[in-house]
């Protein structure tokens, strides 16, 4: 399991790597579209851009922000559970996350398909293939499906691994 841990944690972390470098384009595209109308230059599709790298920078980053817990997590109920009953609440959250996660993920996929099919263009001054730009946002669904269905896994068989600070007084922990 630790092999498999350490070559998700590596694409996920490649992903977050991605979606940091699209936030700096973000903001340059934001930059240029903001001096293109103080001097008079057509902007073209910098906005449209801006808006698709906004959300491909968001999805892309999901993966390594739920496997490192950097979502907001209501532990109010966990926190008063323990030992069986406090894995069951945390089995079944996460199995809920991840059957939310693959539900996403799947239409993401199906709306960049659909857009392939049918040569869905912008309406913006760009008039891009809107499945190029719906490409890496599916992508980015896909690995935050793939990081809840680890987690899950993580919780399923290897509970300690999950997170050692929910569990402590329940036995040792590896660390």
């Not at 790298?53 to 980053?61: C, E, H, I, L, N």
């Amino acid at each position: 399991m630790e092999t498999i841990n350490r070559f998700l944690d590596r694409i996920y972390l490649a992903a977050a790597w991605i979606a940091g470098a699209l936030l700096i384009l973000l903001c340059s595209l934001v930059l240029y579209s903001i001096l293109a109308r103080l001097v008079g230059w057509f902007g073209g599709g910098a906005s449209d851009v801006a808006g698709y790298v906004m959300a491909t920078s968001t999805f892309m980053a999901l993966a390594y922000t739920f496997r490192s817990q950097g979502h907001i997590r209501v532990s109010i109920l966990t926190r008063r559970l323990e030992g069986f009953h406090r894995r069951l609440a945390e089995i079944w959250a996460h199995a809920v996350i991840a059957a939310l996660a693959c539900f996403l993920s799947y239409y993401m996929i199906r709306l960049m398909l659909d857009s392939y099919d049918f040569g869905e263009r912008s309406e913006g001054a760009d008039a891009i293939l809107l499945w190029i730009p719906q490409a890496p946002v599916a992508l980015g669904s896909v690995l935050f499906a793939l990081s809840t269905l680890h987690v899950l896994a993580i919780a399923l068989f290897d509970y300690d691994k999950i997170d050692p600070e929910l569990h402590e007084g329940e036995g040792p922990q590896e660390v």
